[in-house]
C-alpha cells in the first residue's frame, strides 16, 4: 500500500516569515515528487516537482527531497496571505502511474 | 494558462441519471489521462488511468462498471459515472501529463457532482 503522509494542520506561519512543509512516503519506489497547492473548492495547482536528491528552487519556493529518509518538503519564503491554501504532496512511482497523494497541509499566512 | 479543460464545472441531478465528464487536454497530445475523486475534506484519490485506444486502468475498489472511461482521441478522454446515487457524489478531477516519465501531471478545473 503506497501512502503519502503530511501533518494535516493548520500551520500558521506570520507575513513575510518561512513557510515549512514537510511530506513522508512509504514506497520506496517512488521516483517523481510534486507539491501543488488547493484553494478550497478549486482543483489543485502545480507548484514544483523535484526527482533529484537535494533542493530544488523555482522563485519563493524550494523543493527538498530525501530519498533515504523518504523525506520531502517544500519552503516558500517571504509568505504572503495569497499563500494561504492547501498544500498536497503527491509521488508517483515509475512509468506511467497516477499521483498518491497526501492529505494536505493546511497552511495559514497571518497579515 | 490552462493546459487541461474540463466540462461540466458542476452538475446536480436525480438518482438514476447518468453523467458524462469531458477532459480535454489543450495544445498538446496526451496519451495518458488520469480520473481522480475527491471527497470533502479528503485527499485526491486515483479512480483510473486512461490509455488512449485501449482499455483503462482501474483501482483496486473502484466499479468498472459504473465509472465508464472512454479515451477515443488524444486530447480527450471522457468518464460517465452510470445510474448516480448520493454516494458517488463528489468532486472529479482529471489531469493529463506532458510526454516524458518525469513530467508533472495538470489537472483540469474539476466536476462537482451532486446527486439528489
Known amino acids: 500500500q503506497k501512502e503519502v503522509e503530511q501533518n494535516s494542520g493548520p500551520l500558521s506561519v506570520p507575513e513575510g516569515a518561512i513557510a515549512s512543509l514537510n511530506c513522508t512516503y512509504s514506497?520506496?519506489?517512488?521516483?517523481?515528487f510534486f507539491w501543488y497547492r488547493q484553494y478550497s473548492g478549486k482543483s489543485p495547482e502545480l507548484i514544483m516537482f523535484i526527482y533529484s536528491n537535494g533542493d530544488k528552487e523555482d522563485g519563493r519556493f524550494t523543493a527538498q527531497l530525501n530519498k533515504a529518509s523518504q523525506y520531502v518538503s517544500l519552503l516558500i519564503r517571504d509568505s504572503q496571505p495569497s499563500d494561504s491554501a492547501t498544500y498536497l504532496c503527491?509521488?508517483?512511482?515509475?512509468?506511467?502511474?497516477?499521483?498518491?497523494f497526501g492529505k494536505g497541509t493546511h497552511l495559514i499566512i497571518q497579515p | 494558462g490552462a493546459v487541461v479543460s474540463q466540462h461540466p464545472s458542476r452538475v446536480i441531478c436525480k438518482s438514476g441519471t447518468s453523467v458524462k465528464i469531458e477532459c480535454r487536454s489543450l495544445?498538446?497530445?496526451?496519451?495518458?489521462m488520469f480520473w481522480y475523486r475527491q471527497f470533502p475534506k479528503q485527499s485526491l484519490m486515483l479512480m483510473a488511468t486512461?490509455?488512449?485506444?485501449?482499455?483503462?486502468?482501474?483501482e483496486q475498489g473502484v466499479e468498472k462498471d459504473k465509472f465508464l472511461i472512454n479515451h477515443a482521441s488524444l486530447t480527450l478522454s471522457t468518464l460517465t459515472v452510470t445510474s448516480a446515487h448520493p454516494e458517488d457524489s463528489s468532486f472529479y478531477i482529471c489531469s493529463a501529463r506532458f510526454a516524458g516519465s518525469n513530467q508533472p501531471q495538470h489537472f483540469g478545473d474539476g466536476t462537482r457532482l451532486s446527486i439528489l
Open positions: 486512461s490509455n488512449e485506444g485501449s482499455k483503462a486502468t482501474y
Open positions: 514506497d520506496r519506489g517512488s521516483q517523481s
Open positions: 503527491a509521488a508517483r512511482g515509475g512509468g506511467a502511474d497516477g499521483l498518491t
Open positions: 495544445d498538446f497530445q496526451a496519451t495518458t
